[in-house]
């Protein structure tokens, strides 16, 4: 850790236009002080209409059960499952940039930390709707926490992946709030310190907590950040590892298989970095904030969003070798049937699948591409398909030919219900992340001041090698000085 | 009523409130804090603060976690009610890695933030003083604690010389939201660093 530290000339500058501390609070807070835009309010009605219609489905899932789906006795997990594993994919970019960036001293997470942090944490209240509500009887739903009951006590099978995703998700949610809302703290306080209406004063007082600045708060506030990050990273990883579990400790051919949990990982990271574009992208343009979430960030996430997606390429592929290699005509069958081939039901979402995550992804070879923000955006979206397609194939191509030919069921269509279901999870997302761009900075303010004398524009230019030299002896100096 | 007096002085770079932070402490002035809109690595060291223990407490939280996730499952499937899963032992710890780890993490990282709040002392509701509300914008403000033997106006005028401005003394009831909790300075040693 260093006063400023020096960072090569050769790296482009994070934050432009050459600011100062206030321009920063400034322009940050800016979106969170003025009214919302007709825009705002035009994203934020659809949201909540499709949230509504979500809350339709749910009702009507409750009432009648979960025989309003078309799921049947050959394919028990369908649309439901695809979309619960999609949505906690999401949520891993966002732990990934806060978390295992910090851990790498990228600067670059500072711009996008905040809102892929809250996105993170809408993805997974998005997720946790798909097993809550395909419990059927939802009113039950509290029979899979280990409590003293009457019943026994009979306890819980902490020797079931179906548990160990309760627990990992719960987890992954709280921790997830925490950091994120701690990192919060001291920025409400800047709302909070600038406040002039009524109701925002009180709402933002409220929220920071009485946070000062105070410099022993801070060195506090430093150790917590450093060992919430170094929690969560272990914990993403297994978050989605314990999902891949839910398959992989099954014996149902296409599951049944070692190489799930990193390959889920990589997937989750993918399709996760994919949304926060599809986000940001939006974000920056409508709030104003093209200076601090640059070019030089979107081609970044770019960067991870090829390589992420060459790491599921290998998978697909390696996968499709071992299911060969293994000698096992079940592997093989579903393999080469359900999925290889392109006329059997489902064989185009697989092919499907393999364009949107591994072909089309390598077009971010190309610096030019990366900096496109068409090219960009409709990646993003397309990415975000081909990941749900991933799912999809997994669960459902996997299942819909089993054993025993007679119980084939040769195709699964959604009901509106279910879809209805998936759309409500998009307004829950979308009413969240509205609000939460309207009434919270959608970037880390304290974190960007922290880095604007390294990596701001006129600052970069300005300190020469070896006074940035002398700063970090100075430093070194103190820390050692007692 | 118990009411404090503190010399309050605003500075706006980090290369002039170092070396001052340094003078004032070598003067004999007791600094109450210094207030930042970002964490200034290094500053708490000059200031002579301890390091932080809250590490310490996140790593107990976590072995509490796993403490607890092994006590517990082991007592509820290999004792209270055993149930045969397949032919598999009743203590099967393998399995339970996932829960294991999981708990460990939620123990230490609930614990780890309720311990940082209740050590900064926030909370909802909670009001504090820092002086200037500047200082969660773009303003380092240092407030300097005025004891009987302060003269007020050599306190303001040697702030001013060692760069802050709008030096001005200010009243703030001495109650525990102003108070420090963080009392815990080393002694300022012989050897003064330079910038």
Known sequence: ?482 | MNVKKFVVGNFYEEAVLFPAVTKVRRAGYKIHDVYTPFPIHGLDKVMGLKDTDLHIAGFIYGITGTATAVGFITWMLAYDWPINFGGKPYFSLPAWIPIMFELTVLFAAVGMVLTFCWLCQLAPFVKKDHFNLRSTDDTFTMAIECTDKTNEAEAIAFLQSVGAQDVEIQHREADWWIGRYDRETVRFGKKVPQI
């Open chain 1, 1 to 482: 850790m260093s006063l400023i530290r020096y960072e090569s000339q050769a790296r482009a500058p994070l934050v432009e236009g050459n600011k100062t501390y206030h321009d920063v609070t400034e322009d940050i807070c800016r979106p969170v002080e003025a009214k919302p835009s007709k825009l705002w309010w035009v994203g934020f009605i659809i949201s909540l209409g499709l949230l509504g219609f979500g809350v339709v489905s749910i009702y009507m899932d409750i009432v009648y059960g979960t025989g309003q789906w078309n799921l049947n006795k050959t394919i028990g997990w369908g649309w439901d499952i695809t979309n619960f594993v999609w949505w906690v994919g999401i949520g891993h970019a966002g732990t990934l940039i806060s978390a295992i960036l910090l851990l790498f001293r990228q600067g670059w997470r500072t711009g996008v930390n905040r809102a892929a942090e809250a996105m993170t944490i809408f993805a997974v209240m998005c997720a946790g709707q798909f097993p809550i509500w395909h419990m059927g009887r939802v009113w039950n739903g509290f029979f899979v926490m280990p409590y003293p009951n009457t019943r026994g006590p009979l306890w819980v099978n902490f020797n079931s992946p179906l548990l160990w995703d309760v627990f990992a998700i719960s987890t992954y949610f709280t921790v997830s709030l925490l950091f994120w809302y701690s990192g919060l703290l001291p920025d409400l306080a800047t709302l909070r310190d600038r406040a002039k209406l009524k109701w925002s004063k009180f709402f933002y007082g409220l929220a920071s907590f009485g946070w000062t600045g105070s410099t022993k708060h801070w060195q506090r506030h430093e150790a917590l950040s450093l060992v919430l990050a170094g929690l969560s990273t272990p914990l993403v990883l297994s978050v989605h590892t314990i999902v891949s579990f839910d398959f992989a400790t099954s014996v149902i051919p296409g599951w049944h298989t070692t190489i799930f949990p990193p390959y889920f990982v990589a997937g989750a990271v993918f399709s996760g970095f994919a949304m926060v574009q599809t986000l940001l992208l939006i974000t920056r343009k409508v709030l104003g904030l093209e200076e601090y979430i640059t070019m030089e960030h979107i081609d970044v996430m770019n960067k991870v969003i090829v390589l992420t997606g060459s790491i599921v390429g290998i998978a697909y592929l390696t996968e499709l070798f071992m299911s060969w290699y293994s000698a096992s005509p079940y592997e093989w069958f579903a393999f080469k049937e359900n999925r290889l081939n392109l006329n059997s039901p489902y064989g185009w979402s697989y092919w499907l699948m393999m364009g949107c995550n591994v072909l089309s992804p390598q077009i971010f070879w190309f610096r030019k591409m990366r900096r496109n923000i068409l090219v960009t955006f409709f990646m993003s979206i397309l990415v975000n398909i081909g990941m749900w397609f991933e799912r999809f194939v997994i669960i459902v191509t996997s299942i819909y030919r089993d054993y025993l030919p007679s119980s084939w069921s040769t195709y699964y269509t959604p009901t509106i219900w279910e879809i209805g279901f998936y759309m409500g999870t998009f307004g829950l997302f979308f009413t969240c992340y509205f609000l939460f761009s309207k009434f919270f900075p959608v970037i880390a303010i304290a974190e960007i001041k922290h880095i604007l004398k390294k990596n701001g524009d006129s600052y970069k230019a300005g300190y020469s090698k070896e006074e940035m030299e002398s700063y970090d002896a100075f430093e070194h100096e103190q820390s050692h000085h007692h």
